[in-house]
């Protein structure tokens, strides 16, 4: 029983991410993020920047809700090994570097693979173990499932008004 709704935090966490992800190059507006991704030799930069911001906004809500994980993941596994392969992966591993400490405060260097690792893990448990119990994909199975069934089931017989004894071998 808890099994089944062992999905529902990672899906929050993953799908919260990647919504913000997705809306914070909305925010900005996707000709910036465009710039970004024409700077790092990126082809078609704004129609791959609309792509990632709308991946982003729609793949997390989805993933949240639990609706579509097995066909919303993979062009989001897309967007996150785009990122760990272009900008991600030259600065290591780690996520969180201190850089300094200084009279204004701790200084943080740039960031790692080590998020897009966990993000990636998360869509591929959702995608492999199912989005769990409390998920619109659940919702989605036991209502077609149930329907589905119906369909297959024989139709009653009619009722006949004839009795028929049965016959004795004679």
Known sequence: AAVSWGPLPLRLIVGYGCRARGFAKLSRGPETFATVLDTLGVSLPLLLSWAATLV????????????FIPLVAPPMA????TA????????????VK????????????????E??????????????????????????RRTWLSQRYRALEPPPKAASSVTRMPSRGG
Do not use: C, E, N, P
């Open 115 to 140: 998020i897009i690792l966990l993000y990636l893990g998360g869509l591929a448990t959702l995608a492999i173990g199912g989005a769990g119990r409390l998920s619109v994909d659940a919702w989605l």
């Open 78 to 81: 897309i967007v996150l090994l």
């Open 98 to 113: 201190l850089a300094a400490v200084t009279a204004d405060g701790v200084k943080f260097g740039t960031v790692g693979y």
């Open 84 to 95: 760990l392969v272009t900008v991600h992966v030259r600065y290591g591993f780690f996520s």
């Open 56 to 67: 982003g906004l729609a793949g997390g809500a989805a993933v949240i809700v639990g609706a």
